[in-house]
Each structure stands twice: as structure tokens, then as C-alpha cells.
């Protein structure tokens, strides 16, 4: 069974657990402000309490099993394909506006703004996109290099929370669950093995839209954060944003790039995050991230990935209807799924690697760089 965070209102009395509340909530849409109180002798460094694992190493309709392939095939028959694209995208939508995440009034407000203007002190005119980001994606022909991408990617993060806590009376209360425990396990993580390193600079790889950014920002109101993300179009959001509603304290940057290998500084990082991203990645760009991560860390700075969890008892009861869909807009999940996350990030030069299950879905890895 793996460490992990519950909710208060699942907890039994014997487990020790974190509570999360929600102390201030601005009218946007996700922009919400998380601190923690401790709650049976809990803070930061208190003893946290355990989601149930499945019996499988991973789902069994991942990696190479029978199952497995035979969903393969069936999604490289083309016609088929082009069937079940659409079938995911309206199962999406439609699962997400019945937990009130008004899918279509987003993407509308977005697609009708002054977004674009973004785009040219954005968009990096020398990168080169790896081949992996240039192939169909997430029922997008042009992958996440869309507006009509960027301007869905707010309301998926929304819905993708729902889904991860179907019993959560509101978004709120699901964000508190699978964003607060993310965000506990990095405070904890530092805490713990720092050294007493500052909090100063945050780099969010694979920012999308800015909301893991953000989330940053308000658990970590004193520190600088940097957007990394490969698609120009969703860092033209996440600028949006900002402009429109800009955040009191912290101060943000967006930076078109790679982030298997950035170009920025070494070492002038003290947190690097890497939140829902992996999953989309082939495994050779996992194994680079963790390096590239690695080298941006200060000595005693902290990774934090967090992402589907193959232990989840969750994922490994998915109906076939969902893995099916679900595969079918996902091109890596199978190598996400196989690859050794710990080793990967303990080759990269990591110590104290540590994995815990931070809601039903997900997992939250940490590890720091050794002094
Ligand atoms: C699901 S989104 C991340 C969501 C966001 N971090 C959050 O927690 O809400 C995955 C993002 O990873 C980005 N991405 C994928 N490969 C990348 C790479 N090699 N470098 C930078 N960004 C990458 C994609 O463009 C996309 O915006």
C-alpha cells in the first residue's frame, strides 16, 4: 500500500491526515489559494495516510499484455480511429459539463479574446518541436499546437480533476484533494531534505495554460515562477491570464521552449515541477526531462512529477469503453505505464526519491538534487 493523502471526509479516525482548506478564492475560475492545516499532530512534517492500491503492478490494458493489444490494434485500424477520436472528445465534453465545468462558455471567452496579440512576444521562432509533439494528439489533428487546443486546456485540467474525485461536492473540493496534496507533498519533500534552501525560484515544466503555475504561486507566495511549455499557443493563454488578473505577489515568466533541454541556467532553480505532462511523453523525452530537471536544480532543490498512477485501483478498474477512448487520444500511455519512473529519476542523479499516492488517480514523485 502506498503512503498518500486522503480527504478529511474519508479518512477513519485510526489514519493520521492533512486537511486541506481553502482560505481564499478569487472569482476566477481556478485560482484559488491552499494552505494547509494540520490536523491530528499532522503540519508539514506530520504522517500521512493511505489510499487503497490495486493488486497490479499497472492496468492491465497497458504495456504489453493481451489486452493491451488488442486495444492497439483496434486504435491503428484507421476508420475505427477516426470513430473513437470523436467519441473521446464528446465523452470529454460532455462528462465535464455534467460536473459543471462549462466546457464550451470557456473555450468561447477564450477563442473570442485578445489572446492572440500573445503570440509574438511568445513564440520562440527557433525551437524544434521533438518529432513526438508534431503527431495527432488528445483528438486534435495538429496535437497541442491549436488555439482551439489552448483554449479547451483550462476546462480538461478542470475536468480531469472532477474525474479524479467523482465525489466531491464541487471543483473546489476536488482541486483541495488532488492540487493541495500535490502541492503538501512538495512543501513536505523540501522541508524534510532542503537543507533550509530558500524557496526563490519555481520552474513548472509543461505549464500548459498556467494553472499548475498558478497553484505554485499561491502555495509559494514569495517565490519567482517560470512557465516552460512546448506549445506557443497555450503559453499565449497562460500570458492572457495573467494580464487579465494578474497575481498579487509573485512575480511569472513564460518561456517557449523545450524542456528536455531549456537553455536556461544550470542550477538556478530550487523547485522544478513536471504535473500531468509525463503521461504525454514518449519514454525517451522522460529520461530527458529528469536530466535537464536535474541540472536546473540548486543543490538541495526539489522534483516534484506528479501523474497517473499505475498502482491506482482506480485505473486498473477503468471500464474497456474508457481505456479504450482514453488510449486512443493518448499515443504514450503504454510507455508511460512501463517505464521505471524512480529509476529513471535516480539515474538522473535524484536522492531521497519518494512516491506517494496523492489522490485515487494520481501519484506525486519527489526527490532532491544531494548537496
Ligand atoms: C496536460 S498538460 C500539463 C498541465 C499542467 N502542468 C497542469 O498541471 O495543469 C501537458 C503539457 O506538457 C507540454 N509538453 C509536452 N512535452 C513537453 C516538453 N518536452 N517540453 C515542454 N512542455 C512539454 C504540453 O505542451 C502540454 O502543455
Avoid at 484559488?32 to 493511505?50: D, E, K, N, Y
Avoid at 503527431?135 to 474525474?163: C, I, K, Q
Wanted: charge should be negative; charged fraction near 20%; hydrophobic fraction near 35%.
Amino acid at each position: 500500500m502506498a503512503l498518500s493523502v486522503l480527504p478529511a471526509s474519508k479518512c477513519s479516525s485510526h489514519y493520521q491526515f492533512y486537511r486541506t482548506s481553502i482560505i481564499q478564492q478569487t472569482t476566477r475560475k481556478s485560482a484559488m489559494i491552499i494552505r494547509m492545516t494540520a490536523s491530528s499532530g499532522g503540519g508539514a512534517g506530520g504522517q500521512l495516510a493511505s489510499y487503497e492500491e490495486g493488486e497490479l503492478e499497472r492496468p492491465n490494458w497497458t504495456g504489453q499484455t493481451p489486452l493491451s493489444r488488442l486495444v492497439g490494434a483496434l486504435i491503428s485500424f484507421k476508420p475505427l480511429y477516426s470513430v473513437l477520436k470523436l467519441g473521446a472528445r464528446q465523452v470529454l465534453i460532455s462528462t465535464a459539463e455534467k460536473t459543471n465545468v462549462p466546457w464550451r462558455e470557456m473555450t468561447k471567452e477564450i477563442l473570442e479574446s485578445d489572446v492572440y496579440k500573445e503570440m509574438e512576444s511568445i513564440e520562440n521562432p527557433s525551437i524544434v518541436y521533438p518529432d513526438y509533439y508534431l503527431s495527432p494528439f488528445h483528438a486534435y489533428d495538429e496535437g497541442n499546437l491549436s488555439w482551439l487546443a489552448a483554449a479547451e486546456a483550462e476546462a480538461a485540467t478542470m475536468s480531469m480533476v472532477r474525474r479524479a474525485i467523482p465525489d466531491a461536492s464541487s471543483l473546489d473540493e476536488a482541486n483541495e484533494i488532488v492540487r493541495g496534496n500535490w502541492l503538501n507533498a512538495i512543501e513536505k519533500h523540501h522541508q524534510q531534505y532542503s537543507g533550509n534552501l530558500e524557496i526563490k525560484d519555481i520552474l513548472d515544466i509543461g505549464c500548459s495554460v498556467g494553472v499548475s503555475t498558478r497553484f505554485l504561486a499561491d502555495k509559494f507566495p514569495s517565490a519567482k515562477l517560470t512557465g516552460l511549455d512546448l506549445s506557443p499557443y497555450f503559453l499565449a493563454v497562460a500570458k492572457y491570464k495573467e494580464k487579465i488578473n494578474p497575481q498579487k505577489s509573485n512575480s511569472f515568466e513564460w518561456i517557449h521552449a523545450n524542456g528536455e533541454n531549456t537553455s536556461l541556467d544550470s542550477q538556478s532553480f530550487d523547485i522544478v515541477s513536471i504535473s500531468y505532462v509525463l503521461h504525454e511523453c514518449p519514454a525517451r523525452a522522460t529520461v530527458n526531462l529528469a536530466k535537464e530537471a536535474f541540472r536546473l536544480l540548486r543543490p538541495g532543490g526539489t522534483f516534484v512529477v506528479t501523474d497517473n498512477s499505475p498502482k491506482s485501483k482506480k485505473l486498473q478498474q477503468l471500464s474497456p469503453v474508457l481505456f479504450t477512448l482514453m488510449k486512443s487520444t493518448e499515443p504514450f500511455l503504454d510507455e508511460y505505464y512501463l517505464l521505471d519512473l524512480e529509476k529513471t529519476v535516480k539515474d538522473a542523479g535524484f536522492v531521497n526519491v519518494q512516491t506517494i499516492l496523492t489522490d485515487p488517480r494520481h501519484r506525486t514523485l519527489t526527490a532532491t538534487v544531494p548537496y
